[in-house]
């Protein structure tokens, strides 16, 4: 380039007032930089800073009296190997602030850190004439903030689903993983009454909600099976309902209470439906400690069963095919 000088960081002053040179290490993506520099108390602060802005943004860690001597951002930019003068080294979440592993082999200055290509493993050379190789995964924990309340969540090895209501309505957005980085938002044309919950792999999403008549008579419509990939209904499925479905482990079944109808002391229908066909099978005397309790089904690992508990001490088990129960 041309070699000018493009910004002129200056952290705080060390003891005295005498700013020492800070340790600096920049972002794979280049859109941050990690300097580590002792604070006016003397101790070693690694803070990050925006090189869209030149702004501190957050302060990662500190060890007190003790001066960082080396830096290193992992590949994917989401963690911060750190050495410091008495043989103090680790990994530190950048999205947390949170040491995630911690080296202790060292007996003296940690000059030099670097994440081999994988992100798996960290080098040191340190004082004492030692060069170390250590795992560098630890319990790694994402941060995630979201513009609206989550409603619920589907997690894969690289990436979080998150179905949420905002300002803009109910929406599905992809993370990725660990940092949590964006991929892709889907709106779906649901109302402010629609009960939304994903499917265990996050394929689908079900919603129920309610409608009110000219007569101002709130009912519950069908319960609407919407793609998350595209936002479009897939299938309608059952007549109405009360509470959160249930989903077979495969996806392929759900079970759910529809409403009694317009008799209040009636008992609500536990059913299976099948998300392909919409096949239904009413499961019998369900909810036996009668209308308005609490109770909980479960889907076998299998898909072939199905358990319920309820509030009143019962446990029922049917076969979700034919609806012939087996146990109470």
């Known amino acids: 380039g041309s070699r000018r000088e493009v910004r002129r960081i200056h952290p705080v002053a060390g003891p005295g007032g005498v700013a020492a040179p800070p340790i600096v290490a920049v972002s794979p993506d280049g859109g941050r930089l990690a300097v580590g520099y002792p ?8 803070a990050i800073y925006s090189t869209r802005t030149w702004r501190k943004q957050f302060d990662v860690m500190s060890i007190p009296a003790v001066e960082i001597l080396s830096i290193a951002f992992s590949p994917d930019g989401s963690r911060l190997a750190v050495g410091a003068a008495d043989g103090t080294s680790g990994v530190w979440s950048i999205a947390t602030r949170e040491q995630l592993v911690a080296y202790d082999g060292p007996t003296a200055g940690v000059f030099s850190m670097s994440f081999t290509p994988n992100g798996n493993s960290v080098l040191t050379a340190s004082g004492d004439g030692v ?7 630890g319990a790694e924990q994402s941060f995630i903030l979201v513009n609206g309340g989550i409603d619920d969540l589907a997690l894969t090895d690289s990436t979080l689903e998150i179905l949420s209501t905002t300002q803009n309505g109910t929406v599905v957005s992809w993370r990725r ?10 709106a779906l044309p649901v109302d402010q009454n629609g009960l939304a919950s994903l499917s265990p792999d996050g394929r689908y999403v079900s919603v129920s ?11 519950s419509a069908p319960m609407m099976l919407f793609s998350a990939a595209t936002g479009r209904v897939v ?4 007549s109405a309902r009360i509470g959160f479905v249930q989903w077979s482990p495969d996806d392929s ?4 209470q529809e409403e009694p109808g317009s ?4 008992l609500p229908r ?7 066909s919409g096949r239904r099978v009413e499961l019998p005397n369900a909810s036996p400690c009668g209308p308005n309790t609490p109770s909980n089904d479960v889907f076998s690992a299998n898909g072939r069963r199905i358990a319920e508990e309820s509030f009143c001490g019962i446990i029922q088990v049917w076969e979700t095919r034919t609806g012939h129960r087996l146990l109470r």
Do not use: F, K, M
């Not at 060069?131 to 995964?137: P, T």
């Not at 660990?178 to 892709?184: F, L």
């Not at 299938?235 to 059952?238: A, F, I, K």
């Not at 079944?253 to 759910?256: C, P, T, Y």
């Open 209 to 219: 909600h309610s409608v009110t008549g000219p007569t101002g008579l709130t009912t």
């Open 177 to 186: 993983l660990p940092g949590g980085q964006p991929i892709r938002t889907v």
């Open 263 to 266: 008799n209040p002391a009636a």
């Open 131 to 137: 060069a170390r190789v250590w795992r560098a995964l």
């Open 235 to 238: 299938r309608r499925l059952g």
């Open 39 to 46: 604070d006016a108390q003397g101790n070693g602060v690694v």
């Open 270 to 276: 536990l059913v299976v439906l099948s998300v392909g």
């Open 253 to 256: 079944e759900i079970a759910l």
